[in-house]
Nanobody, 125 residues
Framework: VQLQASGGGSVQAGGSLRLSCAPS????????VGWFRQTQGKDREFLAG????????DYVDSVKGRFTISRDNAKNTVYLQMDSLKPEDTAVYYC???????????????????WGQGTLVTVSS
């Protein structure tokens, strides 16, 4: 199942963006969904994840208090609300989905099965 990430763009420091992640075809609700980002020459970095029910979330320390992950299972869509953006948040952002339902939220690339194509976020100072 291919995921579609959207909502990226250019914003000034301190601004906000909301990213969306949805499957390219309606295959029903998935397991956990995570957001990652990648800058040139670096590995993908886990940012946030949400479980199937949307009640459990996990964040990397660098985005806690600024980014909020949520999911609307009726719309089969996961969101990443990004506030107080900084120039160092500039990256390509990816969403990923886990097929199986686990008791925890994976925080590594290998923990997910399906990936989106990425959406570019540029934050200027």
């Amino acid at each position: 199942v291919q995921l579609q990430a959207s909502g990226g763009g250019s914003v000034q420091a301190g601004g906000s963006l909301r990213l969306s992640c949805a499957p390219s075809e309606n295959t029903g609700n998935r397991g956990a969904v995570g957001w990652f980002r990648q800058t040139q020459g670096k590995d993908r970095e886990f940012l946030a994840g949400v479980n199937r029910a949307g009640r459990m979330t996990d964040y990397v320390d660098s985005v806690k208090g600024r980014f909020t992950i949520s999911r609307d299972n009726a719309k089969n869509t996961v969101y990443l609300q990004m506030d107080s953006l900084k120039p160092e948040d500039t990256a390509v952002y990816y969403c990923a989905a886990k097929r199986a339902i686990l008791s925890h939220i994976p925080s590594t690339e290998g923990g997910y099965d399906n990936w989106g194509q990425g959406t570019l976020v540029t934050v200027s100072s």
